[in-house]
């Protein structure tokens, strides 16, 4: 039987096609084996620096270093074969200039082989996602509720909420795209604001948080899995991943203790 040609991998412009389309399906995903069970479902998936906090259990992901970043996409784009990989910048290493931003993105682009990447941040951001497009880095942007800023907002807040703030997000979502994002993240955005903003530019929005108004939707997966002890609003748990977790160690444990594990079929006999 002839084998069926490799899938071609999903890219950044393929993203920015499917404005106003079908929803765009994501996730985040730190390691491979996870990254292969959903390849087949989603059109991207997230390297997020929240693994800061999901998996190496930080406050915020302020703490989070380019290495590790560098280190989980890898075992991304190992895992996935179809959906785009987009890894994060992390805090630090892309606000000081253009110039630092792409070296940095540049360095995470060859040693993860990922289709893009994404850095948080509206109007301020503009010039270096300009920079960086023009020298091949696809660029995902991030706004609304950026994490990286939880020290300056006091908290992680959900934005636009009282109308006063709308002009200055809307502003945020125009100057990104017109720099060349190929998508934009909104991120705990009020509904009505999110829905203006997805009306309003041309290219994707993917929502966290942001309502059903967005071209696309994202979840960080150990929330939707059920496996987070702690989830915001916005999270819907789509299974109980944890408790099925506790029930296997529970079971182990038992087994051990009474010596009913391992049995014959785990054992290795001498070959006669
Ligand atoms: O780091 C992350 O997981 C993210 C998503 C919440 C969009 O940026």
């Known amino acids: 039987m002839a084998e069926s040609p490799p899938q071609r991998r999903i890219t950044a412009p393929d993203i920015t096609a499917r404005k106003g389309a079908a929803p765009i399906v994501s996730l985040t995903s730190y390691h491979a084996h996870t990254a292969a069970i959903a390849d087949k479902y989603v059109d991207f998936l997230l390297v997020g620096d929240s ?24 075992a991304v784009t190992r895992g996935a074969r179809r959906a785009l990989v987009v890894v994060d910048m992390p805090f630090g290493s892309y606000e000081e200039s253009p110039a630092q931003a792409f070296r940095n ?29 023009e020298r091949g880095i696809p660029v995902m942007a991030h706004i609304g509720m950026t994490p990286q800023s939880v020290n300056v907002m006091g908290g992680f807040v959900t934005q636009g909420r009282t109308r006063d703030q709308w002009a200055h997000i809307e502003e945020d979502a125009r100057l990104v795209a017109e720099a060349g994002a190929f998508a934009v993240v909104l991120e705990a955005l009020a509904e009505p604001l999110a829905a203006k903003i997805t009306a309003a530019i041309p ?66 006999k001498v070959k006669d």
């Open 51 to 74: 693994l800061g906090m999901v998996m190496h259990g930080f406050e915020s992901t302020i703490p989070v270093p380019l290495d590790l970043m560098i280190m989980h996409g890898r």
């Open 203 to 268: 290219i994707p929005t993917i929502g966290i948080g942001a309502s059903a108004h967005c071209d696309g939707q994202i979840l960080v997966m150990e929330d939707m899995l059920g496996l987070s002890p702690k989830v915001a609003k916005f999270v819907k748990e789509f299974g109980k991943v944890g408790k099925v977790i506790e029930d296997a160690i529970a079971l182990y444990a038992e087994e051990v203790r009474t010596r009913s594990f391992p049995a014959a079929e785990n054992t290795y």
């Open 105 to 133: 993105a540049a360095r995470v682009m060859k040693e993860t082989e990922c289709g893009a990447i994404k850095l948080e941040g509206g109007r301020r951001m503009a010039e270096t996602i300009r920079f960086l497009t």
